[in-house]
């Protein structure tokens, strides 16, 4: 199985920039999840949905960050415009329907807006 | 205030130790509690608790989960190198349906010394 993938691996970009972020979920899956990771606020979740529907983006930091999910198998997550303050880890993951107990997370896309 | 506390921050001992990391939580409707092990890569998944007093054990790692008092702690005896990272506790909500997002906590780092 080839597991969650995310892309790029890497961004570096200035800030003013758009970002996308991109998510393929493990087939079958039917949940996925946005995180950011960075030091000082550990991992926080964003957004997740279920079904292909946002069910809580609570946790989106402003109106500069949006993500969808237009099919099963694809999520994006974008931020326009990106900042500095931008810069982390940002991981999906996804969650098969009858085992809610565990989420498969993706290797990350490192980012960093200068 | 934080919903998920981790304690210590961090923690250096030496191979052969035993520690024990903590995680206290103050949610309204929880589900579980989950730990993860995060090296330089993305968490993979340790344990899920549910219920109180019952330890759930994986090789050298245990963990068990006190819901009265609401916290759960992980054990790890005979560390070894590898058993280097951040471990991070995450808790689970009931949001009335479908997979649920997960709060954590920031996280112990900690680093097992020859």
Redesign the interface.
């Known amino acids: 199985d080839a597991g969650v993938i995310q892309s790029p691996r890497h961004e570096v970009t200035e800030m003013g920039q758009e970002v996308t972020l991109r998510c393929k979920p493990i087939s079958g899956h039917?949940?996925l999840?946005w995180?950011r990771q960075t030091m000082m606020?550990?991992?926080?979740?964003l957004i997740?949905f279920?079904?292909n529907v946002p069910?809580?983006d609570s946790?989106m930091p402003e109106d500069r960050f949006s993500a969808k999910m237009p099919n099963a198998s694809f999520s994006t997550l974008k931020i326009q415009p990106s900042e500095p303050r931008d810069s982390a880890v940002y991981?999906c993951?996804s969650?098969p329907p009858k085992e809610?107990?565990?989420?498969y997370?993706?290797?990350?896309t490192r980012l960093t807006v200068l | 205030e934080d919903k998920v506390v981790q304690s210590p921050l961090s923690l250096v001992v030496h191979e052969g130790d035993t520690v024990t990391l903590n995680c206290s939580y103050e949610v309204t409707n929880f589900r579980s509690l989950l730990w993860y092990k995060q090296e330089k890569k993305a968490p993979t998944f340790l344990f899920m608790l549910t219920s109180s007093g019952i330890e759930k054990k994986s090789g050298r790692l245990s963990s068990i989960l006190d819901k009265k008092e609401l916290f759960s702690i992980l054990n790890i005896t005979a560390t070894q190198t590898g058993d280097s990272a951040v471990y991070l506790c995450a808790v689970e909500e009931y949001s009335g349906g479908g997979a649920d997002g997960l709060t954590f906590g920031k996280g112990t780092h900690l680093i097992i010394q020859p």
């Open positions: 039917n949940s999840f995180y606020r550990g991992l926080e979740l997740y279920n079904n069910i809580d946790g991981f993951a969650t809610r107990d565990t989420q997370f993706g290797p990350g």
